[in-house]
């Protein structure tokens, strides 16, 4: 059941960052579509930086789950963190 709990919280994270990414793109893109705004921003190598922004809706995630007690998805959503905080580390260096 724990690790059922972790991998749930795992896809919440990737999805939160997920929306988040397309929120951040909508706000701040300058294209006219959100196809736009994201070739625009991987030409203008701000790409990483909306990621980043999008990352931010895990933070509502994870203490979402600290606050219910639900401790196994909180750690989930953290992983979920750390995996695109990793690619979008390797994403700026490559």
Do not use: C, P, W
């Not at 300058?30 to 705004?37: A, H, L, Q, V, W």
């Not at 070739?39 to 990621?51: D, E, H, N, P, S």
């Not at 203490?63 to 390797?90: C, P």
């Amino acid at each position: 059941m724990k690790h059922k709990d972790i991998i749930i919280g795992i896809i919440i994270g990737l999805i939160a960052s997920a929306i988040g990414l397309t929120l951040s793109l909508l706000f701040f893109g300058t294209g006219e579509s959100i196809k736009d705004s994201l070739r625009i921003a991987l030409a203008q190598g701000v790409f990483t930086k909306l990621v980043s922004i999008g990352a931010l809706l895990n933070l509502g995630a994870f203490f979402l789950f600290i606050n219910t007690n639900k401790e196994s998805k909180a750690k989930g959503v953290l992983i979920a963190t750390i995996i695109v905080a990793l690619i979008t580390i390797i994403i700026r260096y490559t």
